[in-house]
């Protein structure tokens, strides 16, 4: 008899710190938001890792299906696409990364690139095609309202962050990105940035959580509000989602919110390990080592 023997694939070989730096050099563009793609960037990486089920074990950043509708296409996933199109010019210039493992990248070196930790990444997510791709429920990502939990939307948070295998500190220290970028009404429906520093990684959104005076926003540019129901600064500018609030209204939730605002080293600490977990969430085959 014969036995056929499949090759082992050979994974191609990649330079992890060029994709990196060439992210890096591509962040700033005047035309966008507060003059940096950063934001959007770290968001299309939370977006393609938060669709983690652990009971199921599929979603998660291994398969990058958001290339895909009906992902493409979610409520949540509304404005991603510039997000995908920056990616496009990095991955024609390295063909040989996975779309997976550079939209993790990329989010990552971004972070990094505003200020943010080093955070370690490890390699080896692989691409899905489109008719290997099981379309997930929408549903699985984060709504900022709280969804069936209006009244108290940090159980909401708990729905889904639990449903990834986080704790309730976990979901405190990676919802400090929101310190990046902003709210679009053309994709949310919700406007403004949370910070006075959109493109600069800090702990200044635990700071301002507990410092403002944070009230239902009424107006916009004069105008009554129309939008969905937001939180805004006494001078407007600056805006916290329900889900946020819930951050400080949450009697176990809220202890973070203190520790991180005080203790910035602490929020970076915590934030990167989380961040190391949602990106991770699901992947089968990572390298054993990071290789950025
Ligand atoms: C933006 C909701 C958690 C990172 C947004 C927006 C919403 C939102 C509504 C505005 C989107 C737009 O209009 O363009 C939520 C909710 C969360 C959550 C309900 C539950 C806790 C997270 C997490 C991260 C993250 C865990 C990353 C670790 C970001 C970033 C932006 C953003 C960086 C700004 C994007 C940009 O400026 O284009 N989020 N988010 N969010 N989110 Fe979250």
Not at 236 to 242: A, Q
Request: glycine share 8%; hydrophobic share 35%.
């Amino acid at each position: 008899y014969t036995t056929q023997q499949e090759a082992a694939p050979v994974a191609p070989k990649v330079d992890y710190k060029k994709v990196a730096e060439d992210v890096a050099d591509a962040l700033d563009d005047e035309s966008h938001d507060d003059g940096s793609f950063g934001p959007t960037l770290v968001r299309l990486g939370w977006h393609s890792s938060g669709t983690y089920d652990k009971n199921s074990n599929d979603g998660g950043s291994d398969g990058s299906g958001m290339r895909f509708a009906p992902e493409s296409k979610w409520g949540a996933n509304a404005g991603l696409h510039k997000a995908r199109a920056v990616m496009e010019k990095i991955k024609s210039k390295h063909p040989e990364i996975t779309y997976s493992d550079l939209w993790i990248l990329a989010a990552t070196a971004a972070i990094e690139e505003m200020g943010g930790p080093h955070i370690p990444f490890r390699a080896g997510r692989t691409d899905k095609t489109e008719n290997k791709c099981t379309p997930l429920p929408d549903g699985r990502l984060p709504d900022a309202d709280g969804r069936d939990h209006k009244d108290a939307p940090a159980d909401h948070l708990r729905d889904i962050f639990y449903r990834m295998g986080f704790n309730d500190q976990e979901i405190v220290a990676l919802a400090g990105a929101h310190a990046l970028g902003r709210c679009h009404t053309e994709n949310s429906g919700y406007w403004g940035p949370w910070t006075n520093a959109p493109t600069t990684f800090s702990n200044e959104y635990f700071r301002l959580l507990l410092e403002e005076k944070w009230t239902p926003k009424k107006k916009h540019e004069g105008k009554a509000w129309t939008g969905p129901f937001q939180y805004e600064d006494p001078s407007g500018k600056l805006m916290m989602l329900p889900t946020d609030i819930a951050l400080i209204q949450d009697k176990a939730m809220r202890p973070f919110v203190e520790k991180y605002a005080k203790d910035e080293e602490a929020f970076f600490q915590d934030f990167a390990k989380a961040w190391v977990k949602l990106t991770e969430n699901g992947c089968k085959n990572l390298t054993a080592e990071p290789v950025w």
